[in-house]
């Protein structure tokens, strides 16, 4: 059987799809899987991600392809999908996931800690930046865009003295920069960051089946934890949250904090429950931080989000 796979044409979401084709051939030796790349609206934009008034600026035109039935399913950082999918389409299935959590990379092998004082730092997410900020109120935060080799070569031309990215991707790259992990404490990571997400038309039952056959449960028990707290949320890329869902055994547990757009307040949320129950405890944790005033931080966030503009 032959199969189409959309995907973007950066090296990441190359490789990426080629973890994703190898986990398939183990499976399914027999089948073969032709990659088309295609182009979307975050390849070539050069404002940062938060800026640009859409969502799904990294799949929207792929996942067009799969619902025009011009390719049969697509590859995609899940965190960069939206929860609110076409209505034809669903994420099938959810490999083994990666490291959840973000590095820290300078020039000189130094820690967000002590990098020299007003140091600038580069990041393409208000999470992030936020985040950064809150840990050394010194540091000069500015957004950076280009795939993750471009703003290495930043980096090593002296442009920035820090970079700020998800692990998942570096591991992914093999990129051979020294780096520093931040620990998911003061650094939560977006929903689903470190996770690939598979999507097909909801009414391809051969191909999802398929699909299903190199999911990992427990993955995909914690995403949709993050994911079902996206969702009563509302966030994105002009109201970030830091998330992140971990399994012991038969229990699952979410925690989740929001800041304030001046930086000065946090929230956080953290509930356990049992791992079936991903969009219960999204409700929960969601159900917590509304409690604490959360609606008041998004509406801020996204009547204000380009005071990280500066």
Known sequence: MKYFVGTRKSKLALIQTGIV?????????????????????????RRPVFMIDRKGIFEKEIDLAVANDEVDFA?????????????????SCIP??????????SKNQFTLTDVKKNAVVGTSSLRRAIQISRFRSDIVVKPIRGNIDSRLKKLDEGQFDGLVLAKASI??????????????????SSPGQGALGIVCKRNNLKTIKMLKSIEDKNSKFEVDAERSL??????????PIGAYASINNNSLRL???????????????TKIANKN????????????????????IANEWRQNYMYWCK
């Open 277 to 296: 129950d991903t969009n219960i405890i999204g409700k929960m944790v969601y159900e917590s931080l509304y409690g604490q005033g959360i609606e008041k």
């Open 75 to 91: 590859v995609h950082s899940l965190k960069d999908v939206p929860v609110d999918l076409h209505p034809d389409l669903i994420v």
């Open 96 to 105: 083994k996931r990666a490291m959840k959590n973000d590095v820290f990379i």
């Open 230 to 239: 996206s969702f009563f949320l509302k966030s994105g890329c002009r109201f």
């Open 255 to 269: 925690s989740a904090t929001a800041y304030s757009i001046d930086g000065k307040k946090a929230i956080s949320a």
């Open 21 to 45: 084709i190898s986990q398939l051939k183990k499976k399914h030796p027999d089948n073969d899987y032709k990659i088309k790349t295609i182009l979307t609206k975050g390849d070539v934009e």
């Open 171 to 188: 591991d992914r790259l093999g990129c051979k920069e020294y780096f520093i992990d931040l620990d998911l404490t003061s650094f939560p």
